[in-house]
């Protein structure tokens, strides 16, 4: 029985499908023809139709649709996406709201366009206009024990804000095929300007993962064919995870560390992380937010929660490390309350190659 993807829910796009298209509008129709060469006749009349194996085709379809549709050819065009089978744990994980997909599966095809603020998400993703920056990750004295990895936009491409093209990307389900692509730029960064030791996070949403099990075979993979060790990644979850399957996330955590790479999450009570979560997935690292750390020299509430931080993940081995440390107090009052690392422009913005550390450390 065909599964049809589930756009209402969020749930991210996979790597192999069939897209099917319907249209009245000549205009559309011919470029349907020209775009996927396939069509055939149906119950719901001509149909066009690409059955993928990878993301990229299946991207550039819908870069091209985007770019040279206009508006009113956009609403008198459907699509539907048709799966063989159902991903893991698919049931219930993501749904925002009741399913109201039609049955038949057929929505508007715009559902798969998107914006950031200067370009389309899929031209975006398909041609890599990004890149990956990295900031140094040091323990009290200053010394540099790895890099945390930041997607930026290329320099000659338009600026974008990260966070605003991961949520375009996910109003899409776009954000499987974006995830992915971020965590190999970090990993190509990574391989090309760092030594074996030093730590290299890489950030990740465990939503854009549908089938765990085969999802990440890519990135092990990936860091294996760089030549590099995978006892030296540490994988961060994006702090804007919701965590409606904790299933999930013990399965996918589960996963890396079968491969030996470490996990990391912000401290509990931030975000839609719990304490209860926190002590079942025992992250191996936990960040301690921005928001804790300017002014905690001299706030009281700060410090109270800094330490209740530092307690809580000693429960479970968990390494704190403190998040934008710009002001050599904070760095001070940090470093005599136990807090093991830090990171922050005092010590070092994000940097498309490694810079030499400032004379302070």
Request: with cysteine; net charge negative; glycine share 6%.
């Amino acid at each position: 029985m065909p599964r049809y993807h589930q756009h209402n829910r969020r749930i991210p796009l996979r790597d192999a499908g069939l897209v099917e298209f319907a249209s009245d509008d000549p205009g559309a129709c011919e470029l349907l023809e020209q775009l996927t060469g396939k069509s055939e006749e149906g119950e719901d009349g001509r149909v066009w139709k690409l059955e993928f194996d990878r993301s990229e085709p299946f991207l550039r379809l819908v870069n091209s649709l985007h770019r040279r549709l206009d508006k009113a050819q956009r609403e008198a065009v459907r699509c539907r996406i048709v799966y063989s089978d159902p991903p893991e744990g698919e049931s219930g994980r993501g749904q925002d709201g009741p399913d109201e997909d039609a049955a038949d599966g057929w929505l508007p095809v715009g559902f798969l366009f998107v914006d950031t603020e200067h370009d389309r998400a899929a031209d975006l993703i398909v041609n890599r206009r990004f890149t990956s920056y990295m900031q140094p990750i040091v323990q009290p004295g200053g010394r540099r024990i790895g890099y945390e990895f930041l997607l930026r936009p290329l320099p000659e491409q338009p600026p974008f804000r990260p966070a605003k093209l991961f949520d375009a990307a996910r109003e899409a389900g776009l954000h499987s095929y974006l995830d992915r692509e971020a965590r190999h730029s970090a990993i190509r960064l990574a391989a090309n300007h760092t030594e074996p030791g030093i730590k290299k996070f890489v950030n990740f949403l465990p939503s854009s993962l549908y089938r765990p099990s085969e999802c990440l075979m890519d990135t092990f993979r990936f860091i294996r064919e760089y030549g590099m060790d995978p006892e030296d990644f540490v994988f961060e979850v994006v702090e804007t995870e919701r965590m409606d399957d904790l299933r999930h996330w013990l399965d996918i955590f589960e996963l890396y560390r079968k491969e030996g790479i470490r996990l990391a999450m912000d401290d509990v009570g931030e975000k839609f992380a719990t304490v209860e979560a926190m002590e079942r997935l025992r992250p191996d690292y936990v960040k301690l937010d921005r928001q804790w750390i300017a002014g905690c020299h001299a706030d009281a509430d700060k410090q109270r929660h800094i330490d209740e931080v530092l307690d809580k993940a000693s429960r479970f081995h968990g390494v704190v490390l403190a998040e934008g440390v710009e002001d050599e107090m904070d760095w001070q009052y940090l470093a005599r309350s136990g807090v093991p690392l830090m990171q922050g422009y005092l010590f070092g913005i994000p940097s498309p190659v490694p810079l030499p550390a400032p004379v302070r450390v």
